[in-house]
């Protein structure tokens, strides 16, 4: 457990903490599996870093404004706020760019670099802006430019040969998988963001915002808060379908769905914890363990499967065989890719208890 300390603005510090302590179940589990298989991250970083990297930095530095000093100030400060509070190891550059469109992004692997657009600067205000650059600077944490990339490269090799077992239907399942772990992702960021500001007031703003505009006195939180609700338990089964259907191409949770998942985190005993002090440190991620980590996910899921009241996970919670979503598939798959093949005769579970399969 690590002595709390504070910025000047009353932010706990968390100094040394690792990425680990706001990944989202699913996504910690995918991260662990993937840094346990030798040789990966080498072959990614250095493929990156060789051509789509440099280029992507090029092609900012030379179209967009870097963030300093003497270009939007207010944000090279925030970003050191934010820096700090997260005691990252290193500071990201920033970029602003030109786009009405409400939106930011982490790229790069060896040097990762942020950029935001026009248009969600003029959307937030600073505590707003401060929860997207945590975010963005938990993705640079996190690691996943780097693990997007492979997927993204295994995604490619899969597509480029009919007779491989991802070609086809399994394909299109794994580019589900992909999404769905994407998706995770994402809320993973939103912890970061709510770690790095430590205000759930403006981490919910901006949700409000990106789902409506900067309309917020036409908005009321817990109005918006019960859409996620409404979303998660109102009609049939159809609806369950739905719901999948209408995300299998999205790269982002709905915004009343993340506001829901900011909201439940930020009350919850994890976060709390974190704050005192009490977070995994990064001098000690090389000794994470896969299996427990997926242990975790699992036992998360199984609760969420037991407490939603989603019509679709309803009608699959008393069924021996889950429905499981795409991103326990992912768990599943790196778990087998990162052990490699069981020896003849030998099952995964031989020398440890039964581990549930992870619901929704």
Known sequence: MTSPSVDAAGRTVLTGISSRAFEHPADRAALTALRSVPGFDQLIKLASGMLRERQYRLAYLASSVRVGPRQFPDLDALLSE?????????????YVVNDP????????VDRPFITITSGLYELTDNDERRFVLGHEVGHAMS???????????????????????AGGLGLRALIAALREWQRK????????????????????????????????????????LA?????????????????LLNTERTTHPFSVVRAAEIRRWAASEEFERILAGDYPLRADDRDASFTETAKEAARTYRTRIEESSDPLVGAVRNVGATVGTAAESVVDWFNRVARGPEPAGRHATDDSEPTPDPGL
């Open 101 to 108: 469109v409400p939106n930011a992004m982490t790229l790069g």
């Open 82 to 94: 934010v820096v700090g509070v997260l005691d990252t190891s290193e500071r990201p550059e920033l």
């Open 185 to 224: 992702a994402e809320l993973s960021g939103d912890r970061a963001g709510l770690l790095a500001g430590q205000d759930v007031d403006a981490a919910l703003r901006l949700q409000m915002k990106m789902a409506g505009g900067a309309h917020l006195d036409r908005i009321d939180a817990d109005a918006f």
């Open 143 to 165: 690691g996943h430019a780097l693990y997007q990339s492979l997927l993204m490269h295994l995604l490619n090799l899969a597509g480029s040969f009919g007779w491989v077992p």
């Open 227 to 243: 859409q996620a609700a409404e979303y998660e338990g109102a009609g049939d089964l159809r609806d369950g379908v739905l719901k």
